[in-house]
């Protein structure tokens, strides 16, 4: 009860997922942050088979928006090609999904130069437009103080961080961020300097947390002992 709010880290999931942050501001001492990135989705090499589930849909998706894996991907990968119209990419940038998690991950390739950015779909019903702003703004913060290096989003044509996009066969519109791409690996399991790497970052995230002052509209989940 009351329990201090922590900064958050990568929870480690099943093998060849992404390693994807869940929950900010929660902390568990066993849980291993594998990437540069502290916040959000940096691949790992692997990729996640279409269809591949870790729970039925309609629980992970919270909702019966979509009735089987098959058609959930599909609705995604629809969903995912009418939000790259949202953003000022070059002509035949295609979202190629990678993962399926907490959230879904489309790497987007530029046609041209190959630099590749990451498209974030959340689940249904997972944060709310004002707690992913709230996510945003944390993430902003921690950059610009040089807490933590984290993914940089981009803004769509409208000026926006944020997109909603609807398609048929998802019951609500998803809120969408495209970040720039953040490369990373898993330290193996004898990789001091890499461990050392994730102590000083998860050391600056604590300092940065303790004073940093939220917006007043800041909305996240708060995970303590109640």
Request: hydrophobic residues 40%.
């Amino acid at each position: 009860r009351g329990a201090r709010q922590r900064p958050l880290l990568c929870e480690r999931l099943a093998p060849g997922d992404l390693r994807a942050c869940r929950f900010p501001f929660a902390f568990h001492p066993t849980v291993a942050m594998v990437t540069e990135c502290p916040l959000h989705l940096t691949i790992i090499g692997s990729t996640v088979h279409r269809g591949r589930r870790r729970e039925p849909a309609a629980q992970r998706e919270g909702g019966p928006g979509v009735t089987d894996a098959a058609t959930e991907m599909d609705c995604l990968d629809t969903l995912a090609a009418r939000a790259v119209r949202r953003f000022d990419l070059p002509p035949g940038t295609a979202p190629k999904l990678i993962n399926v998690s907490e959230n879904a991950t489309y790497r987007l390739d530029d046609p041209e130069t190959g630099g590749p950015w990451a498209l974030r779909v959340p689940r249904e019903g997972y944060h709310s437009r004002t707690a992913i702003a709230s996510e945003l703004a944390w993430l902003a913060s921690l950059r610009e103080t040089g807490a933590a290096n984290v993914p940089t989003p981009l803004r769509g044509r409208d000026g926006e961080f944020i997109q909603s996009i609807a398609v048929d066969g998802i019951a609500h519109p998803r809120n969408v961020v495209l970040f720039a791409w953040e490369a990373g690996a898993e330290p193996g399991a004898t990789d001091t300097a890499g461990f050392e790497k994730l102590g000083e970052t998860t050391a600056r995230m604590h300092a940065h947390v303790r004073t940093w002052k939220r917006p007043a509209w800041f909305e996240r989940h708060t995970w303590n002992f109640d």
